[in-house]
Each structure stands twice: as C-alpha cells, then as structure tokens.
C-alpha cells in the first residue's frame, strides 16, 4: 500500500533494490492514454491539468550515495517519511508556481470570456441570418404553393368547363342516337306497307300479273327503306362506340378533375400551416423520401393532354352529329321522292287498268249485242230453212206424180223442167241456208267464247283493280311525316 500524501509516481514503501546509482534518475513524464472522448478545452486551458511540482525531483538529485563502488539497494527511492515530517513534505510549491498559475488562470479566464464573447455574437448573428434565411425560404415556399394553387385552379377551370362540353355534347351525341333507332324503327311501318303490297300484288291473275312500273317501284322502294334501315343502324353503332370512346375521356377528365381537387385542397392545408399551427409535428427523414412522379411540365402536359384528347372527341362527336342530320335529310328526301313515285305509279296503274276495264266492259256490250243478233239470226235461219222444206216436198212430190203419167205423158215439158228446176233451186237454196246457219252458229259460239274471255279479263282486271286501289293505295294512303322520319317522336 501507499502512504497517505504519497504521489502516483512516488513509493516510499516496497523491498529496497541495489543499484549502481547514487542519484535518482530524472523524472520520466506519465505515459498518456489515448481515450476515445477528447475533452473541450478553452484557450488557455489546454496545459492546466499537465503542470506537476519538481521540488520532489530537486530534492531527490541533492542526496548522493555514500559509496559508489558498493552496491547501494537503497538509492533508487526515497527513505520513507514518517508522518511527522508529511506536511512538510507536502509544501512542493514555490513563490513562481503561485504567480504563474495565478497568471495562468487569468490567461485562461480572459480567453475564456472573450471565446465565449465572440461565439455569442457570432451566434446571435447565425440565428439571425438562419431566421432571415428560415423565413425567406417559408414566404418562398407560401409564394410558391401560392402559384401552385394558382396553376391547380386553373386547370381546374379548363378541365370543368371541358369536361361540361364534353358532357353536353355526349347527351346531344346520345339524343341523335335515340333519333337514329326511332327512325330506323319508324320505317319498319312503310317497310311493312311495301312488302304487303308486294304479296297483294302477287295475287294478280293471268296476264295483269306483270312486272310494271309499279311493282318495280315497289322492289325499288322496299330497298330503299332497308338500306336506310342498315345505315341508321351502322350509325348508330359508330355512334355507340363513340360514346364509348366519349366517356374514356369524361372518366379521364374527371380522374384528373378529382386529383386536382384533392391536390388543391392539400396544398391549401399545406399553404395556410403557420408557426402557430396546432397541427404541426416534426416527420424526421421525409425530405429524403422522393414520391413524386412528374414535374411541373409532364404534369401540366398530363392535363393538357387530357384536355385535348376530349376536344378531339368532341369533334369525331360533331362529325357524326353533323353526318346524321345530313343522313336524315338525304334519306328522308329520298324516301318521301320515292314514296311519291310510287303512288304516281300505282295511280296510273289503276287508270290504265280502269280505262281497259272500260272498254273490255264496252266491247262485252258489243258482243253481248252481237250475241243477241246472232241468236236471232239463227231463229230466222232456223225458220227459213223450215219455211223451205214444204215448197220443196210439193216440187218433189209434184215431180213424183208427174212420173205416174202414161207413155207419151212423159213429156219433159215446161212444168217438167220448172218442177226440176224448183227442185234444184229450193235445194240449193236450202244447202245454203244451212252453211248460213252453220256459220252464225259458229260465229255464235265465237261471240259466246268471247264474251266469256272478255268477262274473265273483266274479272281479273277487276281483281287489279281491287288490288292496287282497294288494298294497296288504302294502306299507303298515310306516310310517315318528315319530323318523325328524321327521329322525333
């Protein structure tokens, strides 16, 4: 153990070695530990801790060995002090290390308050110039979601009030649209009157079933309305698929729309936040978190481009607005021009048919009227024929009587030849009168063959007549007007 008063580097205490030394050696300076933590030391300070007393070592170097031949184990330490002697021992300073360490410490005090003087004024200015700087950036940084909130709002602007016309021009987009199915549903009537005419028509009979212009007309007409059908149709599905098309971009708008919204009210949190705000908190590390994933240019292109996608739609909208009503126009110019022919056809089908009908039914007349004069004829003929058979059966029994007379009696005398020639003639007369009879009775059945076409061509031009005057022109006596074949109901 150590004595109480004793030094770190002094043992008084210990088993005496010999040495060849007379005198202890110099003093060795501490070895220095190298710790990890170096102290803050003020100017002037540094070399404080590292002053030490050397009244021990001026002692230690006045006492010499007595032999310095012989081996002296006691001449390495110092003889131990008794405790009478240790406050004695203690007084190591002298009149120089009092006042240099008085000097010392007010070295050291001095350089303390004016380092400590210095920083204080350098730091009131750092903490100025790092407010200015603080809320220069801040009224920046407010300047600048200012203008932000300025940009948001009006593209906001643009895409509401785009997003409206893309609206009204998708509900007019989509009223052409009912139009086009109501008119393609509008013809199917008309269609159906075409059609039932044809089947009418087909009814005729004999040689009335013709391909006139009425029937052509017709064939002409049913097309027609199927082709307008087929158009309306197709429209309507460009149209439909336009629509598709339009609402892309009204979900596109209003995604950007709402983004912008929920944008805008987040930089207006973020814009009225003060010093004062009670939601305010310290999020350590969110500068070095990079989300973003635009810049100002792609994010003012992302709307424009928004913008522009639905103007174009806008205008493929218009074209086939404007391609419909054209569309409406030429088919219900074509349709009602066609409608009309067609009855101007079936108009003067019907006069002709009448104006044959009426002569057929004159001619009828005629025959009938022959008919009857042939009838007569033959009743006449008939009792002429009769009326000539007893003129001939007294010649012929004349001549029979006078081929009784006796001999000589048989003379071929003048009555002879009058009865022969009576004979001959009321014969001839009678072979004549029967070819007569023949003929009119031929040309009697002839009248009769003809009077039985001609009522057979009345029956049929009567069933024409029925046809294309009763059945058809009554059900195409009504069309569809103009306002309702263009759509509206």
């Known amino acids: 153990m150590e004595f109480l008063g004793t030094t770190q580097t002094a043992n008084y205490c210990g088993p005496k070695k010999g040495c060849g030394f007379s005198t202890l050696p110099p003093a060795v300076p501490a070895p220095e530990i190298q710790e990890c933590y170096q102290p803050y030391y003020l100017p002037g300070y540094r070399c404080l801790n590292s002053w030490r007393p050397s009244l021990l070592y001026k002692i230690s170097n006045a006492q010499t060995c007595v032999d310095e031949g012989a081996t002296c184990r006691s001449t390495l330490r110092p003889p131990t002090i008794l405790p009478a002697l240790r406050s004695a021992l203690f007084c190591r300073y002298n009149p120089h290390d009092w006042n240099q360490s008085n000097e010392l410490q007010m070295r050291g005090a001095e350089a303390s308050r004016l380092w400590a003087s210095r920083l204080t004024g350098d730091s009131m200015r750092l903490m100025q110039d790092k407010d200015q700087l603080t809320r220069q950036m801040q009224e920046g940084t407010s300047r600048n979601l200012g203008q932000r909130l300025s940009d948001i709002g009006f593209w906001k602007s643009e895409l509401c009030y ?35 005419c044809l089947y009418h028509r087909e009814k005729r009979i004999g040689i009335d079933l013709v391909h006139d212009d009425v029937e052509k007309n017709l064939i002409r007409e049913v097309d027609l309305l199927k082709c307008c059908q087929e158009q309306m149709r197709k429209l309507a599905q460009r149209i439909d698929i336009q629509m598709r098309d339009n609402r892309d971009a009204q979900h596109a708008l209003e995604r950007d729309l709402e983004d912008k919204t929920s944008a805008q009210f987040i930089d207006e949190k973020c814009f009225n936040l003060r010093n004062t705000s009670d939601c305010i908190s310290f999020f350590h590390g969110m500068e070095k978190v990079d989300g973003t994933i635009s810049v100002p240019e792609t994010w003012a292109k992302f709307s424009n481009d928004n913008i522009r996608h639905s103007q174009n739609m806008r205008a493929n909208s218009i074209r086939l607005r404007e391609e419909a009503e054209n569309l409406f126009q030429t088919l219900s110019d074509q349709l009602w021009k066609q409608f009309t022919h067609t009855n101007l056809a079936f108009s003067a089908r019907i006069s002709e048919v009448t104006d044959v009908k009426n002569k057929l039914q004159i001619q009828l007349a005629k025959t009938l009227q022959e008919i009857f004069q042939a009838e007569n004829t033959i009743m006449l003929l008939e ?43 009321i014969d001839d007369t009678l072979q004549t009168l029967r070819l007569r009879l023949r003929e009119t009775q031929d040309t009697l059945q002839l009248l009769v063959m003809t009077k039985c076409r001609l009522e057979h061509e009345l029956a049929i031009k009567a069933n024409t007549l029925c046809i294309d005057k009763e059945k058809c022109m009554s059900m195409r006596k009504t069309f569809p007007c103009t306002p309702r074949l263009v759509g509206y109901t």
């Open 162 to 196: 785009e997003l409206e016309r893309l609206l009204n021009e998708s509900y007019s987009l989509e009223t052409v649209k009912r139009r086009l199915e109501c008119a393609a549903e509008e013809l199917n009537c008309p269609l159906q009157v075409a059609l039932e």
């Open 383 to 425: 009792r002429s024929i009769m009326a000539k058979e007893c003129p001939l059966k007294v010649a012929q029994t004349r001549l029979e009587c006078r081929t009784r007379r006796p001999n000589v009696e048989l003379c071929k005398d003048i009555p002879q030849f009058k009865l022969v020639n009576e004979v001959f003639t």
